[in-house]
Each structure stands twice: as structure tokens, then as C-alpha cells.
T-cell receptor
Framework: DAGVIQSPRHEVTEMGQEVTLRCKPISGHNSLFWYRQTMMRGLELLIYFNNNVPIDDSGMPEDRFSAKMPNASFSTLKIQPSEPRDSAVYFC???????????FGPGTRLTVT | GEDVEQSLFLSVREGDSSVINCTYTDSSSTYLYWYKQEPGAGLQLLTY?????DMKQDQRLTVLLNKKDKHLSLRIADTQTGDSAIYFCAEAGTASKLTFGTGTRLQVTL
């Protein structure tokens, strides 16, 4: 299995631009999670989906952040407009419903200048 | 809310055992996890333990859980240089929502 796939791996953008991060979960996994990792705040859960439906988005920082999961094999996390404080590594993880094992992708390192 | 605490740094000699500790506050935690993160990489699931267990062993890894004290530990036997990484403790209370600790950086010296 290819594991969780994220793209791009690195993104550098200017403040005010729109950023879209992409994730392909492991085939057959029905839960998908978006996390953000920073030195100051550590790992934070932003949002998670179950069967393509958002279950808990209480970690989404503000309205500039949005996430979608149009089908079982694809999810996006969008930041519009981006700000320097959004600079972080964003991880996607997936989990099969009958297990308690979350598998992480390699992450997208976002730098907003 | 839930809180998970870890010490920031541990240094051990190659061949020795490493013990990484974690405390958590959520008494309703169902599963507790250990993840490993190498530089520039994602988090790799090492092992996890259900809250009704005291111990779980998997090759060089031993997890101990003291539910009364809300204390979790990860012991790595015969620590190797390839074990150098950041180790995260995480707990899951309800559903699949994980709360992570701050991570412990393990340095293995020759």
C-alpha cells in the first residue's frame, strides 16, 4: 500500500494568496484527519471526517480555513487568504473504522511570507 | 480539556534501554499511543495500548500503563542510533480524536 499521500510536500506563498493542500487517504479507510504542527503549539487536530462527512471542525482556527472531502479518496484543506502565522507542517492521517490505528502522511510544509 | 505531558529530551547510550514517560489528564481515555517522528517525516505509529491493559510488548518495545496515576511509558530495549527521533504520546478519549503530547526528543549516543 502507498500509504497516505499528500501534495505538495512543500509550499511557499505570499501573504494573501490562496493555498490548497491535498490528501489521498489509504484505500478502504473511512476516517480522515487534518493536523497542524508548529513549534509553539505542537500537533493540533484541525478537522476530521468520517465517511466523507465532517464530524468535528472545532480545531479549525478561523473562517480562512476550510476543508472538504468530496469522495472517499480525496480531501483538501484550503487557506484563503493565507497569513504568515499559518506557516506550519500540515499532516493528513487516515484510519479504518474497525481499528484504532491512525496512519499519517509525510506532511506539507507551508511557508507564508 | 485533555492534556498530555512529556519531558522534552532524553539522551541514552547505544545499547542501553530508553524509557520515555508521559502523563495525561483525561480519565476517559480509551486508547493510548506512541508515535515516532524522524526529521522531515510524518508520524509513524509504533504501538498502542487499550486502557484496560497494564502492559504490551512488541519486540524491543514495552508499553506500561498505570491508569490510576494516568502514566504511560515506552521502553526501548537495546537502543540503536536509528531510534533517534521525536516520540509522541497520544490519547484518544471519544471516537478517534487524538490529543498529542509535546514530544520527547531521543538522542542516542555512541
Amino acid at each position: 500500500d502507498a500509504g497516505v499521500i499528500q501534495s505538495p510536500r512543500h509550499e511557499v506563498t505570499e501573504m494573501g494568496q490562496e493555498v490548497t493542500l491535498r490528501c489521498k487517504p489509504i484505500s478502504g479507510h473511512n476516517s480522515l484527519f487534518w493536523y497542524r504542527q508548529t513549534m509553539m503549539r505542537g500537533l493540533e487536530l484541525l478537522i476530521y471526517f468520517n465517511n466523507n462527512v465532517p464530524i468535528d471542525d472545532s480545531g479549525m482556527p478561523e473562517d480562512r480555513f476550510s476543508a472538504k472531502m468530496p469522495n472517499a479518496s480525496f480531501s483538501t484543506l484550503k487557506i484563503q487568504p493565507s497569513e504568515p502565522r499559518d506557516s506550519a507542517v500540515y499532516f493528513c492521517a487516515s484510519q479504518a473504522g474497525w481499528t484504532y490505528e491512525q496512519y499519517f502522511g509525510p506532511g506539507t510544509r507551508l511557508t507564508v511570507t | 480539556g485533555e492534556d498530555v505531558e512529556q519531558s522534552l529530551f532524553l539522551s541514552v547510550r547505544e545499547g542501553d534501554s530508553s524509557v520515555i514517560n508521559c502523563t495525561y489528564t483525561d480519565s476517559s481515555s480509551t486508547y493510548l499511543y506512541w508515535y515516532k517522528q524522524e526529521p522531515g517525516a510524518g508520524l509513524q505509529l509504533l504501538t498502542y495500548i487499550f486502557s484496560n491493559m497494564d502492559m504490551k510488548q512488541d519486540q524491543r518495545l514495552t508499553v506500561l500503563l498505570n491508569k490510576k496515576d494516568k502514566h504511560l511509558s515506552l521502553r526501548i530495549a537495546d537502543t540503536q542510533t536509528g531510534d533517534s527521533a521525536i516520540y509522541f504520546c497520544a490519547e484518544a478519549g471519544t471516537a478517534s480524536k487524538l490529543t498529542f503530547g509535546t514530544g520527547t526528543r531521543l538522542q542516542v549516543t555512541l
